[in-house]
């Protein structure tokens, strides 16, 4: 079975950082793009960050560019999300995406979710 799982989210306070893990298992995605999303309640999923198969492409939400970092590590099977100070609107499940084979496209695999909560 093709399972992304995440990891790493809580309950932080604004201005705190938080690093979220995927690891898959089942399949290897070291030759396609990973991205990482997020849904607030009452709102619909958004981009967040993607990373291409290479690790030579990165984009970001401008919302979050400049704050955010996305890394993979094929060799672990394993894509990253660094998030540095964190804002009350970054509030939302996050979900790991996988199995991109097109720039700017999700791919067919999704994660379970993890909550990150922004909250003085």
């Known amino acids: 079975q093709v399972q992304l799982v995440e990891s790493g989210g809580g309950l932080v306070q604004p201005g705190d950082s938080l690093t979220l893990s995927c690891t898959a298992s089942g399949r290897s995605f070291s030759t396609d793009d990973m991205a990482w999303y997020r849904q607030a309640p009452g709102k619909e999923r958004e981009f967040v960050a993607g990373i291409s198969w290479s690790n030579s492409f990165k984009n970001y939400e401008s919302s979050v560019k400049g704050r955010f970092t996305i890394d993979r590590d094929n060799a672990k099977n394993t894509v990253t999300l660094e998030m540095r100070d964190l804002k009350p609107w970054d509030t939302a499940v996050y979900y790991c995406?996988?199995?991109?084979?097109?720039?700017?496209?999700?791919?067919?695999?999704w994660g379970q979710g993890t909550q990150v909560t922004v909250s003085a």
């Open positions: 995406n996988g199995g991109g084979n097109r720039w700017g496209k999700s791919g067919p695999y």
